[in-house]
T-cell receptor, first 113, second 108 residues
Framework: ETGVTQSPTHLIKTRGQQVTLRCSSQ?????VSWYQQALGQGPQFIFQ???????GRGNFPPRFSGLQFPNYSSELNVNALELDDSALYLC????????????FGSGTRLTVV | GIQVEQSPPDLILQEGANSTLRCNFS?????LQWFHQNPWGQLINLFY???GTKQNGRLSATTVATERYSLLYISSSQTTDSGVYFC??????????FGSGTRLLVRP
């Protein structure tokens, strides 16, 4: 059974650019969610996807968008990057059975300069 | 929204000591998980424990849902236990809400 994998592991972007982060969910999981973790804080919920549709969103502006594909993998896109977007971005997957909770990937560390 | 509070915020232990980490939450929840975040940032799932008690080696956890708290016990701590421990609860809209974490340092 494979876990959740994210790519890339590290990324440096310039303010105003756009970025795409990728996530492959754990085998057997059909729901994926994304979290932003600033330094020294707990992760904050960005949004969740189920059956290729967004079914929950946290307090993040529309320039944060996502996709889920038929194989349950997902992308997080951020447009017009700001310095405050620098953070660790975590992807988590779960199954709707909800027996075992969420499994997280290793994250993508994004630095905006 | 649901508030999640963890205590203590920081903890320093000598190797071999025992400790208890606490998580309080402000409303009823669908589930609760404890995670250990390693130095590379990955959140390792320790327990999925919406209620009751579970044990895994030197770690155990208890959630009393009716009183809205959970406890994580670490016995005979090792230096590899160092890191940040997060409690996260799932609200009615299926999003995880994290506490601010307990930063644990185990000294040899």
């Amino acid at each position: 059974e494979t876990g959740v994998t994210q790519s890339p592991t590290h990324l440096i972007k310039t303010r105003g650019q756009q970025v795409t982060l990728r996530c492959s969910s754990q085998s057997g999981h059909n729901t994926v969610s994304w979290y932003q973790q600033a330094l020294g804080q707990g992760p904050q919920f960005i949004f969740q996807y189920y059956r290729e549709e967004e079914n929950g969103r946290g307090n993040f502006p529309p320039r944060f968008s996502g996709l889920q594909f038929p194989n349950y993998s997902s992308e997080l896109n951020v447009n017009a990057l700001e310095l405050d977007d620098s953070a660790l971005y975590l992807c988590a997957s779960t199954s709707t059975r909800g027996d075992y909770g969420y499994t997280f990937g290793s994250g993508t560390r994004l630095t905006v300069v | 929204g649901i508030q999640v509070e963890q205590s203590p915020p920081d903890l320093i232990l000598q190797e071999g000591a025992n400790s208890t980490l606490r998580c309080n939450f402000s409303d009823s929840v669908n589930n609760l998980q404890w995670f250990h975040q390693n130095p590379w940032g990955q959140l390792i799932n320790l327990f999925y424990i919406p209620s009751g008690t579970k044990q895994n080696g030197r770690l155990s956890a208890t959630t009393v849902a009716t009183e809205r708290y959970s406890l994580l016990y670490i016995s005979s701590s090792q230096t590899t236990d160092s890191g940040v421990y997060f409690c996260a609860v799932e609200d009615s809209s299926y999003k995880l809400i994290f506490g601010s974490g307990t930063r644990l340092l185990v000294r040899p």
